[in-house]
């Protein structure tokens, strides 16, 4: 019986379950552009402010993304991802899910152009 290659898979799998939401993809589709406050990608996807901080902490604890505290809000990006399959799928997800995000990106415009997170 031929041994099997320890394959560690858990980072991919913890990736891709994190991935496995439709407002968790559309806040990938909003960080694709750059760093934000969670309350303007709260009003972007028309989440309550609670609900988006959950999506971010899943996407933050699978390394997805990084959050910096300014105040009394937290501003998140995207992580820079070390590990090229993982980095692969994050770029394949993020270019399936931009093109369409544009109404989540029309309202964030509009968003950030009335409403201050300071």
Avoid at 24 to 42: D, F, K, N, P
Avoid at 45 to 63: D, I
Wanted: net charge neutral; glycine share 8%.
């Amino acid at each position: 019986m031929m041994s099997a290659i320890a394959l560690d898979v858990r980072p991919t799998t913890g990736l891709l379950k994190a991935l496995a939401d439709d407002n968790r993809l559309r806040i990938l589709a909003l960080l694709s552009h750059g760093e934000l406050c969670v309350c303007h990608i709260a009003s972007a996807l028309e989440l309550s402010q609670p609900n988006a901080s959950q999506h971010l902490t899943v996407l933050k604890n699978a390394g997805v993304v990084d959050g910096e505290r300014r105040g009394s809000w937290i501003y998140y990006r995207l992580a820079v991802e070390s590990d090229p399959v993982r980095e692969g799928i994050l770029r394949a997800v993020i270019e399936g899910v931009s093109a369409a995000s544009e109404a989540d990106r029309g309202r964030l415009a509009v968003t950030r152009g009335t409403e201050s997170c300071t």
